[in-house]
């Protein structure tokens, strides 16, 4: 089951891969494709979602790419993932039906249930900050996903 997009997920990522080579440290966007097994146009699309929102930069140049451009504890998991998706895991219908929210008489069978799970599911992805992220993530993890940094 898969609650963000391919699209979200990749930007965490690299979100994540960015905050560990360090804020304003750029690096290239096919280095970043090629680690996360992403087609680059595709992933350079999903980037430039996260430019307006400050999170990520650009540089050209022979040591250009992207570049973390705030600061780990001033990222949640919840602006990176609403700067690629949107709210829609919020405000949408799980089973996809029209007429099923707060304000609507007929509302779905999971409308109740769904709703406390994705309030939790909100208040987590807005507490958790990157830099927490970063203080959990497994070592073993960036070796493997990760080894071609340095």
Not at 27 to 35: D, E
Not at 80 to 102: H, K, N
């Amino acid at each position: 089951m898969q609650l963000i997009s391919t699209g979200a997920q990749y930007a965490v990522t690299s979100v994540i891969l960015l905050a560990r080579e360090g804020k304003d440290r750029a690096v290239g966007a096919a280095k970043l494709a090629h680690i996360l097994n992403a087609p680059m146009a595709y992933l350079s699309q999903t980037l430039a979602k996260l430019i307006p929102s400050g999170i990520v930069g650009t540089s050209r140049g022979k040591s250009g790419g992207v570049y973390l451009a705030k600061d780990p504890e001033d990222i949640s998991m919840i602006d990176i993932i609403r700067a690629i998706d949107g709210d829609s895991l919020f405000t949408e219908c799980v089973m996809g039906m029209p007429g099923c929210s707060e304000k609507d008489t007929e509302k779905c069978p999971f409308h109740q249930s769904w709703g406390q799970i994705r309030e939790g599911i909100l208040k987590w992805l807005t507490d958790t900050r990157l830099s927490q992220i970063l203080d959990h993530a497994d070592e073993k993890w960036f070796e493997n996903h990760m080894k071609f940094i340095n």
